[in-house]
């Protein structure tokens, strides 16, 4: 079933798979099992999520984890080739990563009228997959962007840009092993980069 999100229809388009099966029994699965961990999940369409969990023979462990390295060094790379010859332009690109991920967290966020409204939705799904598959990468980007394109910057945009990569990296790692804290986003990231 599909649900509207702020009128508009909210799909699956990730979800979190196993490497090695929590069962023995399951797709590539082992003695004890495979844990809810970074190294033993891969994000995958639901197609292929199916498809790849009813011919594991096909789809081996090596091959999985060839995949999930290969997609994380696209998007440790990403956006680090792109060169601005004007602030403004860089400044418009990073706006619109920005852009893009303020509205995931507007329509499906812990906030968001759908998760306030009914909290026994899949919101928190789409919410998770969302910051794996889109804000996450859209992050790497934006740091990778401004990295490349450093000497664009005044002293107060290198400020604001090292406030938002502190959080940045901070917010990754706590998808991946929750901490206690990590630093929110700096509002004056936004208020120097974001695009109206």
Known sequence: MTKVVD???AFHIGEMAHVIA???DGPRGQ???GLDTYENLILLCPNCHTAIDKAPEAYSEELLRKWKAGREEEVERAGSDIAFEHIEDLKKHIGLLLAENHGIFLNVGPHSSIANEDPGSDAVEIWTARKL???LPNNKKIINSIERNISLLSKQD???FLAFKGHALAYEQQQF???EFYPK???IFSERFGYE
């Open 185 to 187: 986003f700096p509002a």
């Open 158 to 160: 290198i400020a604001a």
């Open 31 to 33: 003695t004890g099992g």
């Open 7 to 9: 009128g508009t229809p």
């Open 177 to 179: 092993g929750r901490t």
């Open 22 to 24: 929590h069962s023995a």
């Open 133 to 135: 598959d889109t804000i």
